[in-house]
């Protein structure tokens, strides 16, 4: 007999009612268990989604996130977003985080800019006059023109974006300056994203291992990245390798989100994170651990250096007639000095010898290796924890672990990039993983993930278009300034000073909030905004820079965006995004906007584009090998595309390290010892360790031996380290006026953040209104009392629009000090001077 589970227990309940037991039911109740037809109540439930359409797309600010939405419209309304889990490798599903989750708020926001506005009253203010596109169009070209013939077209200066993420409006902004000969700033390095050792190691921009690679892994430090915060939608990568049984090591000073997430938390002293690294590239030698193949063959380890004037050997120096360009190694098997082949296994790795030059004299030389061996001497554990507060045995057992643990692997953050001497502190990690020889293998590496500046295909036809068709030398292009020198002048070191010196008159702020964000707030504040005779701010929100600026253009939305496409270090797709909605209000795109100026100042012709569809097509036609086979219509089909790259996951620099090419510095090697001028000057041939230019008790800007003898009478007076960090609840300084986002961050307003000891000495409690201060400015905001803020710093978590700060600036106490180093070659956003803005120190008194 079938009896069903429903007959069942009806029947059951029904002799339970008949026997009074305790589980009785009652006629109604009875009503429950008898299945019903008409339910009209699901209707409504039905009638909320019907009529929607769903657009995936693309949230594109600069997180290197690039992470996908599903949009769901009804109405012309966006509803709501959700994940799309639909990447082709399923670890990158899902992807996104509060603030994607929340766009919709901002498009809706009641701080949105509607339509064009010009400046009435004094500069921030906040009296408009609501004006007419054509009327803003008139009049900005009427000033540019003006300022132009005035001045210079380059003293237009145009402040661009990170173009990855959105390749064409943002590249838009590039085409504008060069089709014009406009001034165009730099970004990457003004922001403090550029790890400057990769191109001096290196001679890249930067290169990373994509997210993926983690899994790879054996041992992993994370260094000066609290990756939990600022790298949500990658994060789980290391809890995934963490719950496999991989080792999780994180260097940094506060003990934040992601030192809760790991097996070891390493406090070092803020700024002395070089000085932790060649102590651990001390033990790995002293014990014997190095990787002496991957020295001989790849790195700068057996070229020859002159005891005379610390530069390599060349074979100029030895041979008449010899080539500038050919270093020298010593090679016993070749007969003694003989010009170097790169991944020859032959030369001498160590040892000096004497070397007849070619006008009869004898010079002494050494291998760099031998150099940097002696070198290392320096950096016993014992003297490393004098100077950094790690322990001695802490640096000996994590080095060990590091150098014996295959493939070891350094995921280095903006956090040891933000220094004077971020650059040394760079050089020397690399230092340690090419002493181990995890370069260039899988699960290895030194990642920074700063930024998404990498666009994944070549943008030149694009940014900078050609005058001469058949011609690709001969093209328009802007005439670079970087913005480190707008803000702080000219130094006697600058490179290429004479030709691209010039004090600028116009700030076109490309979709950065140059006027809210920039360190050195006081500096730009005082001295380079009274001289700036137009300040235009594209928006979609009315951001600091909007709100000091002398006209302000409606831009749309991400979602109101017809196409663009966008890229990231982070993971190896190209995506493309497509609006979900009709532009809003009066915004207009970017290359709208662009097109309308330029036929105003009657280079339309050139700049030709007035629609992302064309840009895009051109963007994939001419991007090269990476892009090969990727069309438009293949893009629209597919959303979400892998690029091509020689591996999966990508890692750095496997070709390099197989012997299949050389590296692209001057001597085909990675280059540990640098022997330009400037290095042999500052003795900085080789990665060392110095103390922080201002933030530090001791001798600022020297080698322990001498610094440790010194105080740094700046200390006196303002003893405190100051840091303006990154925040989960951000993006720089989008989403700070979201109302959802505020409402999870603390008490939605900036906060200086003390240790209790600190607090105490100086009276004040949590909730206290405080001023950090020091020569270059202040900042007046509430006291939080932290246990992980450690003591002598004072931390506050940046990306505040103007109107939402008390008083004075977070970045108003950063001053941004030149390092000669970063000068001694100038290419945009790939070697010039590095934002330091964590080099500060400060004092605080209850307000």
């Not at 966006?78 to 498009?107: F, I, S, W």
């Not at 480190?484 to 010196?501: E, I, Q, R, S």
């Not at 999966?648 to 496997?654: N, Q, R």
Request: charged share 25%; glycine share 8%.
């Amino acid at each position: 007999m079938d009896v069903r589970r429903r007959q069942f227990l009806k029947g059951s309940l029904s002799l339970a009612a008949a026997a009074g037991t305790p589980f009785a039911l009652t006629a109604p109740a009875f009503g429950a268990l008898t299945p019903r037809r008409d339910r009209p109540w699901e209707d409504g439930y039905r009638n909320v989604l019907k009529g929607e359409r769903v657009v995936r797309t693309i949230n594109m600010p600069n997180c290197t996130g690039s992470c996908a939405w599903n949009v769901f419209v009804k109405d012309g309304i966006v509803q709501r977003v959700e994940q799309p889990l639909d990447y082709p490798d399923d670890e990158y599903n899902p992807r996104g985080c509060m603030k994607g989750a929340t766009y919709h708020r901002r498009v809706y926001s009641p701080n949105r800019v509607k339509f064009p506005m010009r400046r009435v009253g004094p500069r921030g203010s906040g009296q408009w006059k609501r004006i007419t596109w054509d009327e803003a169009f008139d009049y900005l070209a009427s000033e540019i023109k003006r300022i132009s013939a005035k001045y210079g077209a380059n003293t237009v200066w145009v402040y661009p974006p990170v173009p990855a993420t959105g390749i064409v409006k943002q590249g838009a902004g590039f085409r504008f300056a060069s089709v014009n000969g406009f001034g165009l700033g730099t970004f990457y390095n003004w922001y403090g994203d550029l790890p400057l050792a990769h191109p001096i190691t290196w001679n890249v921009q930067t290169e990373e291992h994509e997210f993926k690679d983690v899994l790879n892994t054996k041992y992993a430090i994370i260094w000066g990245s609290d990756i939990l915060q600022t790298r949500m939608p990658d994060a789980h990568f290391f809890l995934d390798a963490r719950a496999k049984g991989v080792k999780l090591v994180y260097v940094a000073p506060y003990y934040d989100p992601t030192a809760t997430a790991v097996d070891e938390w390493v406090r070092v002293r803020p700024g002395t994170d070089g000085a932790f690294a060649l102590g651990m590239c001390h033990v790995v030698v002293k014990r014997g651990l190095t990787d002496a193949n991957h020295l001989l063959r790849t790195t700068s380890g057996p070229l020859l250096v002159r005891s005379d004037n610390g530069k390599y050997l060349k074979a100029v120096d030895v041979v008449s007639g010899g080539d500038a360009k050919t270093f020298m190694v010593h090679d016993a098997s070749r007969g003694g000095v003989v010009p170097d082949v790169y991944f020859a296994g032959t030369p001498s790795l160590t040892g000096s010898w004497d070397v007849a030059l070619k006008d009869g004299r004898t010079v002494s030389c050494t291998t760099s290796h031998t150099l940097l061996l002696k070198k290392l001497d320096e950096y016993d554990p014992q003297t490393v924890s004098e100077i950094t507060g790690v322990p001695a045995k802490d640096i000996e057992r994590i080095a060990v672990e590091y150098a014996t643990t295959k493939p070891s692997s350094i995921w280095s953050g903006t956090g040891i990039n933000h220094w004077y001497h971020g650059d040394l502190i760079g050089r020397a990690v690399i230092e340690l993983a090419c002493l181990t020889g995890n370069i260039g293998v899988h699960g290895g590496g030194v990642s920074p993930w700063a930024g998404q500046y990498l666009m994944r295909l070549n943008p030149t036809e694009y940014f900078f278009p050609r005058k001469d068709p058949n011609n690709p030398n001969d093209r328009y292009r802007a005439v670079p300034l970087d913005t480190a020198y707008v803000v702080n002048g000219p130094t006697k070191t600058m490179a290429d000073k004479d030709k691209l010196w010039r004090q600028i008159r116009c700030i076109w702020a490309a979709g950065g909030n140059l006027l809210g964000e920039a360190s050195d707030q006081s500096n730009l504040t005082r001295k380079v905004l009274p001289q700036i005779e137009l300040i235009v701010s594209p928006e979609i929100e009315m951001s600091t820079t909007a709100q000091l600026a002398d006209i302000v253009l409606p831009v749309v939305s991400w979602f109101e965006l017809p196409y663009d496409i966008a890229t990231t270090p982070a993971h190896p797709y190209i995506q493309l995004a497509e609006g979900s909605l009709a532009p809003m209000f009066e915004a207009k795109t970017d290359i709208e906007i662009y097109h309308e100026m330029c036929r105003r100042l009657g280079t339309g012709d050139i700049f030709k584009f007035n629609r992302p569809e064309p840009a895009i097509e051109l963007l994939l036609q001419t991007g090269g090998p990476q892009v090969k086979g990727i069309t438009f219509e293949r893009l629209k089909k597919e959303r979400c595309i892998r690029v091509n790259l020689p591996s999966s996951p990508y890692a750095s620099f496997t070709d390099e390290i197989a012997g299949k090419h050389k590296f692209k510095t001057a001597s085909g090697r990675q280059e540990l010892y640098k022997d330009e001028d400037r290095f042999i000057e500052y003795g900085e041939t080789l990665p060392v360790h110095k103390e922080p230019h201002m933030a530090t008790p001791y001798g600022t800007s020297r080698v322990w031996s001498e610094a440790k003898k010194v105080r740094n009478p700046l200390y006196q007076t303002y003893p405190m380290v100051y840091h303006a960090r990154h925040t989960r609840w951000s993006v720089h300084s989008s989403w700070r006026t979201t109302d959802e986002i505020l409402k999870l961050d603390d008490i939605g307003q900036p906060l200086l953040e003390l240790n209790p000891a600190d607090a105490v000495k100086r009276g004040l409690v949590s909730g206290d209104w405080a001023t950090a201060y020091n020569q270059n400015g202040y900042v007046k905001a509430k006291v939080k009392l932290r246990e992980s803020v450690p003591p002598g710093a004072v931390l506050i978590y940046f990306g505040w629009q103007r109107d939402q700060i008390r008083e004075g600036h977070w970045n108003a106490l950063t001053h941004n000090d030149i390092n000669p180093i970063h000068e001694i070659y100038f290419i945009p956003n790939v070697w010039g001077p590095v934002s330091g803005h964590f080099d500060q120190l400060c004092e605080v008194k209850k307000a």
